[in-house]
């Protein structure tokens, strides 16, 4: 049986008074591989923001396994990679690599699993990385060690915000192929991607979101919404032809 462990109810965002998020209902089923497609500005960042508890909605509600954000507290279960990972690292931040893929671990007070740990940083290509400043590595580096950080957490919902731009291509196989595993095992993914072709091969659900949310079902009947091309507004019609 299904269960479902995020919902949002009637949830609206506001920048001051720009409306970025209206009426958004949306539940994800434990198991759901989620992607978040839109238009740039669209909202899908500012949704998962508010699902993360960094924003809080203007009007409605978000529950997680049935418990509303203002009282959740096991935060330790749901990993994150966020937009543009890379950039957002001073150069002189004084931690290893290392440090830096455990800092998690410091704030919610959970043990590592020293293998997954170990099998993680030998996929992406991080073994001989771990030692030196998280601040001198290059774009992709440090795209890589923040989704390493949000896997090794082993969390029950994985929230990822465009990973795999910048990771070269090896590694962008590695990692859908990863993701693709941990999903058997039962993690919920949501993506907000622009890949579509990513659509077909790993997602099982889409959610389209432009300030509302236009679709919200499986992968095959997106498909056929999708050709119709009659749930966004017509002046996004344009940026949407190649769906
Ligand atoms: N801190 C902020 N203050 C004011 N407006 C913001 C802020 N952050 C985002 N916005 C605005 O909110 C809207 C939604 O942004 P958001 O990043 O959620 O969109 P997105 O769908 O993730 O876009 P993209 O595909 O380009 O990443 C945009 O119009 C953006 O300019």
Same mark, same amino acid.
């Given at each position: $049986? *299904?269960?479902? %462990?995020?919902?949002?109810?009637?949830?609206?965002? *506001?920048?001051?008074? !720009?409306?970025?998020?209206?009426?958004?209902?949306?539940?994800?089923?434990?198991?759901?591989?989620?992607?978040?497609?839109?238009?740039?500005? =669209?909202?899908?960042?500012?949704?998962?923001?508010?699902?993360?508890?960094?924003?809080?909605?203007?009007?409605?509600?978000?529950?997680? /396994?049935?418990?509303? %954000?203002?009282?959740?507290?096991?935060? +330790?279960?749901?990993?994150?990679?966020?937009?543009?990972?890379?950039?957002? %690292?001073?150069?002189?931040?004084?931690?290893?690599?290392?440090?830096?893929?455990?800092?998690?671990?410091?704030?919610?007070?959970?043990?590592?699993?020293?293998? #997954?740990?170990?099998?993680?940083?030998?996929?992406? =290509? $991080?073994?001989?990385?771990?030692?030196?400043?998280?601040?001198?590595? *290059?774009?992709?580096?440090?795209?890589?060690?923040?989704?390493?950080?949000? #896997? &090794?957490?082993?969390?029950?919902?994985?929230?990822?915000?465009?990973?795999?731009?910048?990771?070269?291509?090896?590694?962008?196989?590695?990692?859908?192929?990863?993701?693709?595993?941990? !999903?058997?095992?039962?993690?919920?993914?949501? @993506? &907000?991607?622009?890949?579509?072709?990513? @659509?077909?091969? /790993?997602?099982?659900?889409?959610?389209?979101?432009?300030?509302? #949310?236009?679709? +919200? =079902?499986?992968?095959?009947?997106?498909?056929? $919404?999708?050709?119709? @091309?009659?749930?966004?507004?017509? !002046? !996004?019609?344009?940026?949407?032809? +190649? /769906?």
């Amino acid at each position: $049986m *299904s269960q479902t %462990i995020i919902e949002v109810q009637n949830l609206y965002f *506001s920048y001051e008074d !720009h409306l970025i998020l209206e009426n958004i209902n949306l539940k994800v089923e434990k198991g759901d591989f989620l992607a978040l497609i839109g238009p740039n500005g =669209g909202g899908k960042t500012t949704l998962a923001r508010c699902i993360l508890g960094f924003l809080t909605p203007t009007k409605g509600k978000i529950f997680l /396994w049935g418990e509303e %954000i203002r009282n959740f507290k096991n935060w +330790h279960k749901i990993g994150y990679v966020p937009q543009r990972a890379g950039d957002l %690292i001073d150069s002189l931040t004084p931690l290893s690599v290392k440090e830096f893929l455990l800092l998690p671990f410091k704030w919610y007070k959970v043990s590592l699993k020293p293998s #997954l740990l170990d099998k993680l940083t030998e996929k992406f =290509g $991080m073994k001989n990385l771990l030692n030196k400043k998280i601040g001198e590595l *290059s774009y992709g580096q440090l795209q890589r060690s923040y989704i390493v950080r949000a #896997l &090794i957490l082993d969390p029950e919902i994985l929230i990822l915000d465009e990973p795999s731009v910048g990771l070269d291509f090896f590694t962008q196989e590695v990692f859908y192929e990863t993701l693709g595993e941990f !999903h058997k095992r039962g993690l919920t993914i949501i @993506l &907000i991607t622009h890949e579509t072709w990513l @659509l077909t091969k /790993w997602v099982n659900k889409v959610a389209c979101i432009n300030q509302k #949310l236009y679709f +919200h =079902g499986d992968h095959e009947s997106f498909c056929i $919404m999708a050709k119709k @091309l009659e749930f966004f507004p017509e !002046h !996004h019609k344009i940026e949407h032809t +190649h /769906w």
